[in-house]
């Protein structure tokens, strides 16, 4: 029997997980199956929307930057990134009023307000967030078992490839119903190796919950920047659900309350998730910091064998859940609204197979920090503010002033990519890179709603001029 000590103990893990997985989603599928998640005609019951939900939401990416955070900035840091799981609670608000005016997606409501204007910029913004979805998860695939085999140079390369091929291979047999049906098993395993490495954590001997509240991480500069996080978390949690497809998605699947329903407890069982992943984080920065810094390697000296190796587990069940989702949102988005191709199971599995690859190129760029990724998508979504709310409220917004909303963000989230640039470092200084996000987010909702609530007043005074 392979010793949990031994990385090839995680292979054996993934090998055994990608194969149940790859078994449950060999289930007859049609096309309404497929794009909808149907299972013989039927919505998927409340546990397993619930389920789905937050699997694909406290994903690699999300654990790792919940835990980096608590690491580097303390219970701040860890406290601003579970902020972000408000976003259950502003999406299930989003997708009732939209569902209240009949319409089945963010892209038709957008449609009917803007016209193809509305719905091609949002599609653009979904690409870009389903692409950071494929990418981020795979890199913290590269991350791990370059840290489980570091006398092999192309490890983490060759489980980046690996694991695509396998979510890919079981994304594609069964679409949208096999990723909920999945999710369900994956969530499982989740919680039970996470309720392991948990409990073993909080009764070990150097745990304190105090010092958990009174961490403040390992960073030069304390839990500030933490701070600063949790203030750009609540500039950003309306508008960003609207963006995450996956989310959005799993909000026109099934019947009203039954969906309302899921999203509240998706959000009590999600934001104890990653914060209780969080504070393996903090408590790597309270007692264990001593390994050049590095989570991972702090992590296996802290806890040992047994529960590190759980700890990895959950972050790899994570991961695959994540990219079966986002491959089946993909499909539904190249063929239910950008409506490129005829709606076939062979051409989703075409759609999924383009935005797999394409997340394998991004792996190869130098960029490759895990926060960096949720920043810029949520500061490119942060059009969606404004327009929603003065929408929301009755307001009838112009294309123009939509398009140039929408045109302020994309370039914030750009701002915020190229920051070291000195004119950017001109217009948003600040001492952290989270002190520039907080101004450029500002910068884009102030300006959003200014001119949002400018097409409303002059096309106002222009109606009065016609009629007088």
């Given amino acids: 029997m392979i010793s949990l000590a031994n990385p090839w103990a995680l292979v054996l893990f993934v090998m055994i997980t990608g194969l149940v997985s790859l078994v449950i989603s060999k289930k007859p599928i049609t096309v309404g199956s497929f794009f909808d ?3 013989e005609g039927l919505e998927p019951n409340l546990w397993t929307l619930v389920f789905s939900q937050v699997t694909t939401w406290i994903f690699a990416r999300s654990l790792m930057n919940a835990a980096i955070l608590g690491f580097f900035y303390g ?3 860890t406290l601003a990134y579970s902020f972000y799981y408000l976003s259950f609670l502003t999406g299930g608000f989003i997708v009732y009023r939209i569902r209240n005016k009949n319409m089945g997606s963010v892209q038709d409501w957008l449609g009917y307000y803007f016209g193809t204007l509305g719905q091609w910029t949002y599609n653009f913004l979904i690409i870009l967030r389903l692409l950071s979805e494929v990418f981020a998860n795979l890199i913290v695939i590269g ?10 140079e192309m490890a983490g390369q060759a ?11 079981y994304s594609a047999k069964g679409g949208l119903q096999a990723s909920l049906r999945t999710d369900v098993f994956q969530m499982i395993i989740f919680l039970i ?4 490495c948990f409990i073993t954590m909080i009764k070990s001997n150097d745990f304190s919950f105090i010092s958990i509240l009174n961490s403040k991480g390992i960073h030069n500069e304390g839990a500030r920047p933490g701070y600063i996080l949790i203030l750009v978390a609540m500039l950003q949690v309306f508008s960003y659900p609207a963006h995450d497809p996956v989310m959005m998605d799993r909000g026109f699947i099934a019947n009203q309350n039954k969906t309302n329903l899921s999203f509240i407890l998706a959000f009590i069982l999600s934001t104890f998730c990653i914060f209780g992943f969080g504070m393996f984080g903090i408590q790597a920065g309270i007692v264990g910091f001593g390994y050049e810094n590095q989570l991972l390697g702090t992590w296996k000296n802290m806890f040992g064998t047994t529960v590190y190796f759980f700890l990895i587990c959950s972050l790899l069940i994570s991961a695959m859940s994540t990219l079966d989702s986002a491959l089946a949102s993909s499909a539904r988005l190249i063929i239910d609204e950008f409506y490129l191709f005829e709606r076939s199971i062979k051409n989703g599995r075409i759609a999924m197979s383009v935005f797999m690859i394409s997340g394998l190129l991004f792996t190869l760029f130098p960029n490759q920090s895990l926060f960096d990724a949720v920043a810029v998508t949520g500061t490119a979504s942060l059009f969606l503010t404004p327009v929603m709310i003065i929408t929301f409220l009755g307001g009838n917004i112009q294309n123009w002033a939509y398009f140039i909303t929408w045109l302020i963000s994309i370039m914030g989230a750009f701002a915020y990519v190229c920051r070291d640039h000195e004119v950017v470092l001109y217009l948003f200084p600040g001492t952290h890179k989270y002190d520039q996000l907080l101004s450029i987010c500002l910068y884009v909702l102030i300006i ?3 001119l949002c609530t400018l097409s409303i007043l002059l096309n106002r005074f222009l109606a009065k001029i016609r009629c007088d």
């Fill in 143 to 152: 991350l791990i078992f370059t840290a489980a085999f570091p006398d092999y």
């Fill in 75 to 77: 219970f701040a840091g």
């Fill in 37 to 39: 998640g149907k299972s």
């Fill in 159 to 169: 489980a980046i490839l690996v694991l695509a091929v396998v979510g890919f291979l």
């Fill in 448 to 450: 959003g709603f200014l």
């Fill in 193 to 196: 190796v996470f309720g392991v």
